[in-house]
């Protein structure tokens, strides 16, 4: 499996910004995908997941109600977007498949991770 993501950007606090990370080379029909951040100094930390099979979502504390992820099963893509971002939401974002059926917050349970993309919120 291979995953790309597209490219992360500067936006200003309160803005919003939508990130995408196709797949190619899936084969199985429980995988999940995850969306984590690291920054600077910090351990990578998990950010929203979905299910391919039934959509399926889940997402850690600090970005619900700000963040929506979502997948379209035809193209392969899964979607983040991000909405009344704030400055600690600064990192470089990964997305990540793991080939389920659970969906975990727990990234080293994942298996294929995309290249990264970095998204910096001004203060």
């Known amino acids: 499996v291979q995953l790309q993501a597209s490219r992360g950007g500067l936006v200003q606090a309160g803005g919003s910004l939508k990130l995408s990370c196709a797949a190619s080379g899936r084969t199985s029909s429980t995988d999940v995908m995850g969306w984590f951040r690291q920054a600077p100094g910090k351990d990578r930390e998990f950010v929203a997941g979905?299910?391919?099979?039934?959509?399926?979502?889940y997402y850690a504390d600090s970005v619900k109600g700000r963040f929506t992820v979502s997948g379209d099963n035809v193209k392969n893509t899964v979607y983040l977007q991000m909405n009344s971002l704030k400055p600690e939401d600064t990192a470089v974002y990964y997305c990540a498949e793991d080939l389920g059926p659970l969906l975990s917050d727990y990234w080293r349970l994942y298996d294929y991770w995309g290249q990264g993309t970095l998204v910096t919120v001004s203060s």
């Open positions: 979905i299910t391919w099979s039934d959509s399926r979502t």
